[in-house]
């Protein structure tokens, strides 16, 4: 189980354990042992790994790969690849951090990875777009290899869009 708060990821092993209680025994003058009994069985979490430091922002999502090594994490401005047994490091592989933050005009809002081809990705973007991305073809994906987009309509724009 994966589990992301703020700027940092946590790798969680969830398991099935059965909880044991000690019986105390009665208070009748006899001398007795107590007694292990067990009960039902709940799910217990254990942290495995943190992975932390690569991100400056909130980040807003996590997509495993269909390869079971390596996942996505994404904030406003990059997305990050990992891998699984590798808390210490990872790739920058998205980055629309503009080199003046006032001419910032987009943040990425979402991020996946295909179900089946564990090449392909996709991010939306807070501008309606969405970009699908091949890691065969670059290391940096700043190209996408696909480009979704509804023009918008002129006629409902407004002050806020």
């Not at 025994?25 to 992975?51: D, N, Y």
């Not at 401005?77 to 808390?87: A, C, D, Y």
């Amino acid at each position: 189980m994966v589990f992301y708060v703020d700027k940092t990821i946590k790798l969680w092993k969830l398991c099935k354990k059965n909880i044991k209680q000690v019986s105390t025994p009665e208070a009748s003058g006899k001398l007795t042992f107590p007694s292990v009994t067990t009960t039902e069985s709940t799910i217990v979490a254990s942290s495995k790994k943190v992975f932390a430091n690569a991100h400056a922002y909130h980040i807003n999502s996590i997509s495993l790969n269909s390869d079971g090594e390596t996942y996505i994490s994404a904030d406003d401005l990059r997305i990050n690849l990992w891998n699984i047994e590798i808390s210490e490091q990872s790739f920058n592989i998205v980055d629309i951090k503009p080199a003046n933050m006032e001419e910032l005009s987009e943040v990425i809002t979402s991020a996946a990875f295909h179900p089946k081809h564990c090449n392909l990705f996709m991010y939306s973007s807070s501008k309606g777009s969405i970009k699908l991305n091949d890691t065969r073809q670059n290391a940096l994906c700043d190209q996408h290899s696909k480009y979704f987009e509804e023009p918008e309509d002129p006629s409902a724009k407004s002050f806020f869009s």
